[in-house]
Nanobody
Framework: QVQLVESGGGLVQAGGSLRLSCAASGRTFSNYAMGWFRQAPGKEREFVAAISRGGGYSIYADSVKGRFTISRDNAKNTMYLQMNSLKPEDTAVYYC???????????????WGQGTQVTVSS
C-alpha cells in the first residue's frame, strides 16, 4: 500500500505560478510511476501529467504542455508539479496517483491522494 498526500494548492491570479507536492509513504517510491490528475466542478477527472519511475521520462496533456512541469525526487519520496502561466480553466482539485508500472500510464492508477484545491482567478 502507498499513501499519498498532496500539498501546495491555493488561490492565484491568472498568469501566476504554483508548485504542488505529493509526498509518498508506505512502499518503495521508486517502484512506482506517478501521475497528476485534476477534476473541475461538474467535470470528469482528467489526466494532467505522468513521470516514470526513475524520472527520466514524462508526458503531458495537451492543455498543460509547455506550462506545467512534472518532476520527482526519489530520495525524498516526493513528486512535484510546477504550474506556470496559470489560467482560470486550470481551476480544479489536483490529485496525485501511483502505479507500479515501468511505463507512463495515463490511466489505471492504483493509489490516490486526497487532492488539493487550485483556484485561478481572472
Amino acid at each position: 500500500q502507498v499513501q499519498l498526500v498532496e500539498s501546495g494548492g491555493g488561490l492565484v491570479q491568472a498568469g501566476g505560478s504554483l508548485r504542488l507536492s505529493c509526498a509518498a509513504s508506505g512502499r518503495t517510491f521508486s517502484n512506482y510511476a506517478m501521475g497528476w490528475f485534476r477534476q473541475a466542478p461538474g467535470k470528469e477527472r482528467e489526466f494532467v501529467a505522468a513521470i516514470s519511475r526513475g524520472g527520466g521520462y514524462s508526458i503531458y496533456a495537451d492543455s498543460v504542455k509547455g506550462r506545467f512541469t512534472i518532476s520527482r525526487d526519489n530520495a525524498k519520496n516526493t513528486m512535484y508539479l510546477q504550474m506556470n502561466s496559470l489560467k482560470p480553466e486550470d481551476t480544479a482539485v489536483y490529485y496525485c496517483a501511483a502505479k507500479p508500472s515501468p511505463s507512463l500510464p495515463v490511466s489505471g492508477y492504483d493509489y490516490w491522494g486526497q487532492g488539493t484545491q487550485v483556484t485561478v482567478s481572472s
